[in-house]
């Protein structure tokens, strides 16, 4: 499946846990078949041991052969003008840049269901705001990101598209509006929202997928793989 993949990703910081020899090895196997290779999140463990962590950290990720350092601005807990730098300092080292965002906000009100008698009464729950994110603020941050010489934005939207049939169209709208679609990325932790993602937005949205994933999402994207799409996904699986 390499001609339908673009990148592959050490997850979770799973590289540092394998040998640098076998690390090459699937750097160097990627690059052959033209894909490039990115850090998961771990840069935040790696600032934590000295003032320079991060500067040896974009070293070492050079020396393996990575193209692409991911940070977390959720997990890396630094300051803004800190996070700017640490994008300089990725693209000064030869690597490319990707920062993490993710999006926060309110459940709906709508009690849960269960196992209750029809018309019993359901006291309201006071509506909290502690996840409420102002989305604009997380795009400036994006913008300041791209600004500062970022090659594309990560967006782990599980709390707006947990659920494809109650998409948050407004914020997606909203990011890619800003962003534009080029340099943004989404997750897609399912199959219903790849589907959700390439019927708004055509076969040509950023999608970051499990690799289990790759033939259906190319299928939705219009590529003839030889399947037939409907039996292969089953047909609740496949509605426009």
């Known amino acids: 499946m390499g001609d339908y993949v673009d990148g592959l990703k050490f997850s979770g910081g799973s590289h540092s846990m394998m040998p640098k020899a076998t690390i090459k090895q699937i750097i160097d ?11 998961g999140d771990w840069a935040e463990h790696m600032i934590s041991k000295s003032p320079s962590g991060f500067k040896e950290y974009v070293e ?32 000064s ?18 009690p849960k269901g269960g196992d209750r008698a ?10 909290s705001f502690e996840l409420v994110e ?4 997380l795009i400036r941050r994006a913008e300041r990101c791209l600004e500062a010489g970022a090659d594309m934005i990560m967006i782990d939207a599980d709390d707006v ?24 990325m ?28 790759v033939v259906d ?3 939705l994207r219009g590529r003839n793989l030889g399947r037939n799409l409907a039996s292969f996904l089953g047909a609740s699986d496949f509605l426009f």
């Not at 078949?33 to 990115?38: A, G, L």
């Not at 997750?187 to 994933?213: C, M, T």
Request: aromatic share 10%; with cysteine.
């Open 217 to 219: 999402v190319e299928c």
């Open 118 to 127: 029809y018309g019993a009464y359901i006291p309201p729950v006071p509506r």
């Open 60 to 91: 070492e990720c050079k020396q393996l052969g990575f193209d692409t350092i991911e940070l977390n601005v959720g997990s890396l807990e630094i300051p803004e003008e800190t996070f700017l730098r640490f994008v300089r300092l990725v693209k």
């Open 29 to 39: 196997m990627a690059h052959q078949h033209d894909v490039y290779v990115s850090t």
């Open 161 to 184: 598209s947990k659920h494809a049939d109650n998409m948050r169209a407004d914020i997606i709208a909203k990011i890619i509006g800003r962003l534009g679609i080029e340099k943004t």
């Open 186 to 213: 989404f997750e897609a932790s399912n199959q219903r929202i790849s589907e959700w993602f390439i019927k708004q937005y055509g076969p040509k949205v950023n999608l970051f997928i499990d690799h289990s994933n």
């Open 134 to 137: 102002d989305v604009n603020l």
């Open 93 to 110: 080292g030869g690597l490319k840049a990707k920062p993490h965002f993710q999006v926060k906000f309110n459940e709906s009100d709508i």
